[in-house]
């Protein structure tokens, strides 16, 4: 059965200055069990889609179904078996993490709520912390907090907002580990929204890639890395690249991203020749080449291929 439907969504935001197109025409289905991600930068349309789906804001065009229920129309019939998760979603922080989980607990009308609490905190490792103010939180408790009450009323669809945006790498891990344990020991089906390739890589079994509004792919996370088998990826390391030189570079050799903590450019080449093009390019305009390998594909790769950008922006280009 399909978890979630989407037809022809389109979304248009009407300004003062004129009219913002943030989704436009968006298909995609995610079938129960499925762990599916939308994977675009910031400002792609990622949580309007998502706000859509949950029924929190209309659609101009197009349709949404969620287990056979139309949304919003039917919304009430399926609502206690769903659950969000927004990235900055707030909380009442004057309240203990306890009694923050107690109070949606009762709107929820969750059954046997104290037990239902003690199991949450346990699984996301939250024993110390529980009983302090929310407010002394850090944003991997507030975020390990919403999950657990995200949890509350057992939802058979679980949907995320950027789960590990700010979070610290090893945090950000932990929490993937708990959304493979959900949906490997729970059956729950979750749909998330990510700018991390890493993340839609380890977590999704398909990926629905979206940039300015648009779905351009929807495949596995290695099924869209082998569209890419034919390209050469070179990564080449670089010293003394000018912001002017940097620009040649892209105006010339399209598919290329610069991350300057590592000093090095990855290039997608159609042929190995044209690594020798680009490395007479860098030094006939004053760089210094210290290495160069090849890698294998990453979804970022593949998001670059396909928009001729860069998946995120890590304040890494100049």
């Known amino acids: 059965m399909k978890a979630i439907e989407v037809n022809g969504i389109s979304k248009i935001y009407r300004q003062k200055s004129g009219c913002k197109v943030a989704l ?19 400002g792609s349309g990622k949580t309007t889609l998502i706000k859509i789906i949950f029924g929190l804001i209309p659609a101009d065009k197009g349709d949404v179904s969620i287990f056979g229920y139309k949304i919003p129309k039917e919304r009430a019939k ?37 037990e239902k609490i003690e199991k949450l905190v346990k699984l996301f490792e939250m024993e110390d912390k529980i009983d302090r103010s929310v407010d002394k939180y850090s944003t991997g408790e507030v ?43 729970k059956g729950i089906t979750i749909l998330l929204t990510t700018h991390y390739m890493e993340e839609a890589d380890r977590l999704c079994k398909r990926v629905a890639i979206i940039n300015e509004g648009k779905i351009v792919a929807i495949d596995s996370p290695s099924n869209l890395k082998s569209k890419l088998k034919r390209e050469k990826i070179c990564e080449i390391g670089v010293s003394n690249l000018s912001a002017e030189l940097l620009k040649k570079i892209k105006e010339k050799f399209e598919k290329c991203s610069y991350y300057e903590s590592k000093s090095v ?30 890698e294998k594909p990453t979804l970022e790769d593949v998001f670059l291929y396909m928009t001729g950008k860069r998946l995120r922006d890590l304040n890494e280009n100049f």
Do not use: Q
């Open 24 to 42: 436009e025409d968006v298909s995609f289905y995610v079938e129960e069990g499925e762990i599916f991600g939308l994977l675009g930068p910031n």
């Open 78 to 114: 399926i609502i206690s078996k769903i659950n969000v998760v927004f990235s900055r979603a707030g909380c009442y922080w004057n309240l203990t993490g306890r009694d923050h989980l107690k109070f949606y607990g009762k709107i929820y009308r969750v059954k046997n709520l104290n």
């Open 143 to 185: 975020m390990r907090l919403n999950l657990a009450r995200s949890l509350l009323n057992e939802p058979i669809l679980l949907i995320l907002d950027e789960p590990t945006i700010g979070l610290d790498p090893m945090l950000a891990l932990k929490i993937r580990d708990y959304l493979i344990k959900l949906n490997e020991e």
């Open 265 to 294: 450019l990855r290039v997608i080449l159609k042929k190995y020749e044209d690594v020798a093009e680009i490395i007479d390019f860098l030094k006939n305009n004053g760089a210094s080449v210290t290495h160069m390998h090849t």
